[in-house]
């Protein structure tokens, strides 16, 4: 018998105990073992549940619990579950979690601890919801150098921008639906300014590149800028917008990594990943492009993957340490300004002034624009480059609206 | 230091040794200790080579080397390769393999020896190259139960059909083409038939539902009676002709399974898997339609995948036991007369008839059809109820030129 607990009974949470309990006989198979909650912790009560005698509020119940040796941290943010996580590996226990934001801010020091303790520290859950990706790329694509990981990271905003393409919806209507479906939170800045889909690239790329990568370090764009208008210019140019998450090896072990909105041609495999879905894009020198699709978030896909590291936890008991990377002050992330990208401009004015300051443009169309409303695109440079022909540009009287990267996936 | 032999020096055997060399850093990283090879099987001799020294071509020279502890079988075929293999992890060695017609036909066996003698038995190159799939399913689904396994899990007939939809070419000259670049043999038959689709469905519901699923014992149809005219129809009712291969999980444990070309929707991700290209769509319980996607085929996506097992075996060498099914009479297979299925249908003949004999109907059109072409689709049947409507229907005098199952992915 394996006894595990589980910290936060929210939707995750529930989610967990649901499976650990309508699963355990192919669980048992799995694992040759029982697999029993004995606590779960939360603040508040749940007299109606059939498992209602596990519940605690205090985590000394956990964490001093010699004989609970998995723990699942489901409660998300970063307190109190980086001092609860932290000390469950201390005390010689496996942890599994789907909280990304404690990943991003604070895996290195556990990934060190989790070492130290030879136990595991295992976050499938963290990105991807139920798609297996952080497996797949510590172990499958392990004979190979990743040259790039591109992925729709969030689902709220892949939402958003599929009624805004399909539907011609606008962004404030599409938000106000995701948060009516419950996709969106009543606060949905985390979501719509980029900084979940910051967090998730920030993980894949720790672990990719085997360096911590910290949120705060890479330029993050969220989607609120992006109007109907980019939408149908995007359209007439062959594509969709779509929030990436990206980073590239670079030469010297430097990564470019930022989240941003950007245009994706229609051939591309990510750009047909609608609604709440998620697809991650993983390029390896040997593999080439492999794509890993499905959805991102919800119950059942997130609590699916929390499971399926709970029972690698307990298959590894004996050896630990499963994932690893080191920390990083963040001089591996290459400045923004020399990322190279194509470049959309959308802008009030005389297309002949974009000529002069940008060369060779292609020129895009929609219907119904107003008569000075200009919008092209440009050859690949730099964003300093870029930024230093756009204030060119404002100078020759051009007013720029609105400008988006051109995505080479 | 690893020691490890190599079984085979072709096209992957080759990519095997090219990624164990060049990669040797990046991998020492991974298990902690050097890889090398000590010996490659080939009865060929490779003079020019810098690792020439290595080649042999007695297989004793491997079997009764103590210090190797994984082979890497990449010759292909059952004989010798499944004597080989057999006798390897009969000496206390972890086996990897590439070798799905192996796996398929004696996998079960294998899987047992590997567990009597606790070593590994991986074998992730086999179905999909280098896109990972048998490991997510293995692992990361492990918290689901698998509802269904769909796909295109052949290259050479997702290109030759591509061709067909794309370009309109015929069967004939996309199947030449495809020999011309190398992506058919000159006896394409494994691949037309849909023998190398079954084989690989096999595998995956093996490893799905537990219990091995033999090739012989499915129902498989190749692509060889696909044309140009089915093709417009398909586009025409908004879908795409695919060669799939399908396992549904059904009531008792019984698994409903077989490789065929169905009509699959636009709106499916499926349908845009193009090209060489292979797509597998996982449906769980728990974490819904999850999507893998990559090239698979090819030197060194499916190298990759062999030396990543091998780096696995390595990282499991005290455990061993990573996958395993039971071997099974076919018992579990359900009888493929019962399976049910929307069908289309072309013909020659009276419309009316059809809808005489199949009720509800929708009818399809194409331009320039000849006068007495009909086609439509049907309302969901049993095979069995479909072959007798269909000679009803050859009674009322349509001649009857092809059908094919529609899709529900």
């Known amino acids: 018998m394996i006894q595990v607990a589980i910290m936060g009974h929210g939707v995750v949470g529930s989610g967990v105990a649901e499976i650990l309990l309508t699963h355990k006989n192919s669980l048992k198979k799995k694992v040759h073992n029982d697999i029993s909650i004995k606590k779960i912790l939360d603040l508040r009560e749940f007299p109606e549940l059939s498992y209602s005698d596990k519940f605690t509020k205090d985590f000394n119940d956990i964490v001093n619990d010699e004989e609970i040796k998995v723990v699942a941290e489901v409660m998300g943010g970063v307190n109190p579950a980086f001092d609860f996580v932290k000390r469950c590996l201390e005390a010689?226990?496996?942890v599994v979690t789907s909280n990304k934001e404690l990943v991003a801010k604070k895996g290195a020091e556990l990934l060190a601890i989790a070492k130290e303790k030879n136990v595991s520290f295992l976050f499938e859950a963290s990105v991807g919801g139920g798609i297996p990706i952080i497996r797949p790329l510590n172990n499958c694509l392990v004979a190979n150098e990743v040259d790039e990981i591109a992925g729709i990271l969030n689902g709220t905003?892949?939402?958003?921008?599929?009624?805004?393409?399909?539907?011609s919806m606008s962004f404030k209507d599409a938000l106000s639906l995701?948060?009516?479906?419950g996709y969106a939170e009543r606060d949905p800045s985390a979501d719509v300014e980029g900084h979940d889909a910051c967090r998730k690239i920030c993980i894949l790329a720790s672990l990719a590149f085997g360096k911590h990568v910290y949120p705060d370090n890479i330029h993050t764009e969220g989607i609120t800028n992006i109007s109907l208008e980019d939408v149908e210019y995007a359209n007439n140019w062959g594509g969709v917008i779509k929030l990436i998450g990206d980073?590239?090896?670079?030469?010297d072990?430097?990564?470019d990594i930022f989240v941003a909105p950007m245009l994706i041609n229609n051939e591309s495999q990510l750009s047909g990943i609608d609604d709440v879905f998620n697809g991650i894009l993983v390029r390896g020198d040997a593999t080439g492009d492999v794509v890993f699709y499905g959805k991102g978030a919800g119950k059942?896909?997130?609590a699916?993957?929390?499971v399926a590291d709970i029972v690698d936890c307990i298959k590894n008991m004996s050896t630990g340490k499963y994932l690893f990377w080191e920390d990083c002050d963040?001089?591996?992330?290459?400045?923004?300004?020399?990322?190279?990208?194509?470049?959309?401009v959308r802008a009030t004015g005389d297309i002949k002034s974009a000529e002069k300051v940008f060369g060779e443009i292609s020129k895009l169309t929609r219907k119904k624009a107003p008569d000075n409303e200009i919008a092209f695109t440009t050859d690949e440079m730099s964003v300093k480059k870029f930024n230093a022909k756009l204030s060119e540009l404002e100078k020759s009287g051009v007013k720029v609206i609105n400008t988006i990267r051109i995505g080479d996936l």
Request: no cysteine; proline share 6%.
């Open 300 to 302: 059942l896909p997130t």
């Open 92 to 94: 010689g226990k496996s």
């Open 330 to 344: 963040g001089s591996n992330v290459m400045p923004y300004e020399e990322s190279v990208s194509a470049m959309y």
């Open 157 to 167: 905003t892949n939402f958003i921008l599929t009624k805004m393409i399909t539907e």
């Open 247 to 251: 980073v590239k090896h670079m030469p």
């Open 304 to 306: 699916s993957a929390v």
């Open 178 to 181: 995701a948060q009516q479906l």
């Open 253 to 255: 072990n430097m990564l």
